[in-house]
């Protein structure tokens, strides 16, 4: 087994990154579907959806350049094409969602989605000893779980 120059294992940081990036080209689906229903929603409850996706959208742009980052960091290069995000999506892709429940429920089923990706992170994180990816993953999870959460509390639903 050969270290890096962080002091993990070569291989399973590779792999790590791999999907990681995996994980990246999904948010950024994720952030296109929030541009889409920020642009798109209509009806009565417009201003607030509107500045709520934008709150998201925001908060997954920091997220997108967060993953990127650690990729970098791990010694692989970030997915940077809409070709290679798109071949990668796993994220369903939303498109002219204008009505409130659906754009709520794009937001829940893209987490839902981001959420399996980030716990398969996670626990080869685990195993890699990989303190620093480990973490993210668990910061993300807890806060997505909370946005589903309300976003389901919206729709009227539970988790
Ligand atoms: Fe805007």
Do not use: C
């Not at 892709?93 to 829940?108: F, M, R, T």
């Not at 909370?146 to 009227?156: D, E, F, P, Q, S």
């Amino acid at each position: 087994m050969t270290l890096n120059s962080i002091g993990l294992n070569t291989e399973m940081t590779k792999e790590l990154a791999n999907d990681l990036n995996t994980l990246l080209a999904n948010f950024q689906i994720y952030y296109q579907n929030l541009r889409g229903i920020h642009w798109n929603i209509k009806g009565k409850r417009f201003f607030d959806l509107h500045v709520k996706f934008e709150e998201l959208y925001t908060d997954a742009n920091v997220k997108v350049d967060e993953i990127a980052e650690r990729i970098l960091t791990l010694g692989v290069t970030p997915l940077h094409t809409f070709e290679d995000y798109t071949n990668a999506a796993k994220v369903p892709v939303g498109k002219n969602i204008s009505q409130d429940e659906k754009a709520v429920n794009l937001i829940v089923e893209s987490l839902t989605e981001l959420l399996k990706i980030e716990r398969a992170i996670l626990d080869k994180s685990d195993d890699a000893n990989d303190e620093g990816t480990n973490s993210m993953m668990s910061d993300f999870i807890t806060e997505q779980e909370k946005t589903v959460w309300m976003m389901k509390a919206w729709l009227g639903e539970t988790v």
